[in-house]
Structure formats: C-alpha cells, structure tokens
Nanobody
C-alpha cells in the first residue's frame, strides 16, 4: 500500500486547508485511514481517522474544526481543516492499516508528511 499526501501549506490563523491522502497498491481490507501530526520536539499524535464502517475518531483539540471524509471511488481520504490555529502547525502524516491500531507505531502504512504552517 502506498499513500500519497498533499494539500499542506502556509495559512493565516483562522484560515482553512484541505489535505488529501490517496491510497494505491493492494488496498483491499484496509480498515482505517487517517491523519497524525508531529510538531518540532513533540511526539506524533492522532488528528483524525476514519474506519471502513464510516465511523470517525478525532483528537479533542480538533473536534468541531476538522472534518475527515473519504471518497471510496478514488481511494482517497480528506481532512478539511477550518479555524486553524498556530498550534496546528506541524507535519501531517497520512496513515493506514488493515487492523485496529491504537498508537502510531502500530500502523503499517505511512505516507510522506505534508507541512502545515499556521501564522499567528
């Protein structure tokens, strides 16, 4: 499974961005896809994931501001980020797995990171 992330950039606080993660390769039975982020000097943390049944999980810090969705026909997951804050600045990574991972190190597939920078 290969994951291609895109959509990062520089935005002012209060602005919006949409990240995309396109999956390719042997993608059958992928159970979960989503986004983690890592800021300098910090551990990689959950942002949002979407499961094969459509259920979603969000970090408390992004609830109400970020929305994760998927387009099955394109094997793509999106992360719409609204009301961005300076503290959302990080490298955002797309992740996927066939199981039920609970920690970043349990994911088998990762995309390259995409930088999101929010200016205050």
């Amino acid at each position: 499974v290969q994951l291609q992330a895109s959509g990062g950039g520089l935005v002012q606080a209060g602005g919006s961005l949409r990240l995309s993660c396109a999956a390719s390769g042997i993608i059958f039975s992928i159970n979960v896809m989503g986004w983690y982020r890592q800021a300098p000097g910090k551990q990689r943390e959950l942002v949002a994931v979407i499961l094969s049944d459509g259920s979603t999980i969000y970090a408390d810090s992004v609830k109400g501001r970020f929305t994760i969705s998927r387009e099955n026909a394109k094997n793509t997951v999106y992360l719409r980020m609204n009301s961005l804050k300076f503290e959302d600045t990080a490298v955002y990574y797309c992740a996927a797995d066939r199981g039920q991972p609970h920690r970043p190190d349990e994911y088998n597939y990762w995309g390259q990171g995409t930088q999101v920078t929010v200016s205050s």
